[in-house]
């Protein structure tokens, strides 16, 4: 099993422009995450989507689109990048909410210029 | 509003101390407390899950123990080697199941 797997793993961005980073697990896990990991600070969660089909807002997600249109995927979207963005990137999946251990992906590297 | 808070910010020993890392919350209706482990440009590892209903959890030379009325979680590293250096992160899961994350401890065992 890959577990969860981020592509890409870079990017640089100008402002303005935009970008979907996605995250797959092949753990046939209902809860996906999306957090942004800044210098300093604590994970921030951005979207989750508790199963195929429905996604929820965190505590940062303007700016911020999602998608959970298969169960194994779950995308992110920029649609028009500013430098406060520049950030890594987590996904995270669980089998469910509360109780369950949360998986990560690799992270992304991105930087808004 | 949970605030979680990890001090101190970085640590450094020689190889073979014992340690602990400690981790504080400021709203103790918790779900459970979680500890991660996070090696530089990787992802984050779940080292131990606690919940709410329990006091402790071990797994090999690590021991989490969680104590809700005071706020505190703490993280017992059992002889301790080069290998064990990483950022250590907690994060304590609110009412919404949603994890609400500390800045972490950047750990540095010395040989």
């Known amino acids: 099993n890959a577990g969860v797997t981020q592509t890409p793993k870079f990017r640089v961005l100008k402002t303005g422009q935009s970008m979907t980073l996605l995250c797959a697990q092949d753990?046939?896990?209902?809860?996906m995450y999306w957090y942004r990991q800044d210098p300093g600070m604590g994970l921030r969660l951005i979207h989750y989507?508790?199963?195929?089909?429905?996604?929820a807002k965190g505590e940062v997600p303007d700016g911020y689109n999602v998608s959970r249109l298969k169960k194994q995927n779950f995308l992110l979207g920029l649609e028009s990048a500013a430098p406060s963005q520049t950030s890594v990137y987590f996904c995270?999946?669980?089998?469910?909410?509360?109780?369950?251990?949360?998986?990560f992906g690799p992270g992304t590297r991105l930087t808004v210029t | 509003k949970q605030e979680v808070t990890q001090i101190p910010a970085a640590l450094s020993v020689p190889e073979g101390e014992n340690l602990v890392l400690n981790c504080s919350f400021t709203?103790?209706?918790?779900?459970?407390l979680q500890w991660f482990r996070q090696d530089p440009g990787k992802g984050l590892t779940s080292l131990l899950l606690i919940q709410s209903s329990q006091r402790e959890q071990t797994s090999g030379r690590l021991n989490a123990s969680l104590d809700k009325s005071s706020g505190r979680s703490t993280l017992y590293i059992a002889a301790s080697q080069p290998g064990d250096s990483a950022t250590y992160l907690c994060?304590?899961?609110?009412?919404?199941?949603?994890?609400?994350w500390g800045a972490g401890t950047k750990l540095i065992i010395k040989p």
């Open positions: 753990m046939n896990h209902e809860y």
């Open positions: 709203d103790s209706a918790i779900y459970n």
């Open positions: 994060a304590a899961s609110d009412s919404n199941y949603q994890l609400i």
């Open positions: 989507s508790v199963g195929e089909g429905t996604t």
């Open positions: 995270a999946s669980s089998l469910s909410g509360g109780a369950s251990e949360q998986y």
